[in-house]
């Protein structure tokens, strides 16, 4: 039996516009009113700790205001980011006790706010996520694992998960989808900054060299090659004279572009229940050179994907001479583009995302075959 074509939603991340938010030019509320306004969502996602005062704890007034608003503007609340941080004290890490609590405050705080999913870290073990369960069925929230680089699709600690989701067999266990892990190229927006901060076109065009190496060679079969390949960018940037790049070389081209092929998430796509739209920039062509948005898109459309795409900008890390809403503007258009291309389209209407999201969370629990 063929899969319907999915149809999936578009939307952002509040992340998209740090630089925006850094700097003052937005507050919270002016910020979603612009999102809502340029057509970027209906889907809407948030970084708790990011645009929360007081994150987790949210009052009851303060989480009315902002449902209201959120309804006000048109948009619907996807995902909330919540973080998996052990080492939030000074002198010690959380033990076991003390994250699932401080997890289950956070999950709670993202169904007082009126978002069905809380998007979790991959520092989150099979373990805990399964004693997670049933403080996320109290809440109704769905649990999303992020699958980011360095890490990817059929990683051994991600089918360890998928094989545990399976075993414990709850709707709320699930993972978000990071395309950063399924990078084809390194960013030429990131090689732009570089060279604003003189490095040399030889040395560019060997880390692109050795980027473009390790993408033949496929993503780092355990942290051993992971390390390795981080060493090699810092000597790299060493032997070439620039030793005060190679951390950031290092970063960038093992933490944030994964060289998994877009295939490799079948191996979890059926459990897959938010995506993050990761890019880095559009080239002069309306395209995204380094992320190959088309065929990921395809892929969740071929597949009956009917979540939520968060357009998550990464590039204003580093690019600062360019509008990030003109970026995600763009981006989004090349989404549209490429679902349509698949024989699908995107969902941009409210009431159709909000209805076509609640059921895309309440299908059944996939199994292995």
């Not at 990011?50 to 949210?58: A, L, M, Q, T, V």
């Not at 992971?226 to 090699?232: D, E, I, M, N």
């Not at 509008?323 to 981006?331: A, C, G, H, Q, Y």
């Amino acid at each position: 039996m063929t899969e319907p074509l999915g149809t999936p939603i578009q939307g952002v991340t509040l992340y998209s516009f740090t630089r925006a938010s850094h700097q003052r030019e937005y507050d919270l509320e002016a910020l979603i009113r612009k999102v809502a306004a340029e057509g970027y969502g209906p889907g809407l996602e948030i970084i708790g700790f990011s645009s929360f005062r007081g994150f987790p704890e949210i009052d009851d007034s303060f989480a009315g205001w902002f449902k209201d608003l959120v309804a006000e503007t048109g948009l619907v609340q996807t995902s909330l980011a919540v973080n998996a941080d052990i080492g939030i004290h000074r002198d010690r890490l959380l033990n076991q006790d003390e994250l699932i609590e401080y997890m289950r405050r956070q999950i709670k705080a993202a169904a007082t706010l009126g978002f069905p999913i809380a998007r979790v870290q991959i520092s989150l073990t099979p373990d805990s996520m399964e004693q997670l369960v049933p403080i996320a069925e109290e809440y109704d929230v769905t649990l999303a694992l992020e699958v980011h680089a360095d890490q990817y699709a059929s990683h051994p600690r991600i089918l360890a998960l998928r094989d545990r989701y399976e075993q414990v067999g709850s709707r709320h266990l699930a993972f978000t989808m990071d395309w950063g892990a399924t990078v084809t190229g390194f960013a030429p927006s990131l090689l732009e900054a570089y060279r604003r901060r003189g490095a040399s076109e030889d040395l560019l065009a060997a880390v692109v060299e050795l980027w473009n190496g390790y993408y033949a060679e496929g993503p780092p079969a355990n942290q051993q090659v992971h390390g390795q390949r981080f060493g090699s960018f810092i000597g790299l940037a060493a032997r070439n004279g620039r030793p005060e790049l190679g951390i950031d070389f290092a970063i960038n081209g093992t933490g944030l572009f994964g060289p998994a092929r877009v295939e490799d998430w079948l191996e979890i796509l059926p459990w897959v229940r938010h995506v993050h739209g990761k890019f880095f920039g559009i080239d002069e062509n309306h395209e995204e050179p380094s992320v190959p948005v088309r065929e990921l898109v395809a892929l969740l459309v071929e597949n009956g994907y009917n979540g939520a795409i968060s357009s998550e900008y990464e590039g204003w890390h580093w690019n600062h001479w360019q509008s990030p809403f003109d970026i995600i503007r763009d981006e989004q258009a090349v989404q549209r583009s490429a679902a349509a291309n698949a024989g699908s389209r995107m969902i941009t209407d409210r009431a159709e995302a909000a209805r076509v999201l609640a059921a895309h969370l309440a299908a059944p629990v996939p199994h292995l075959t």
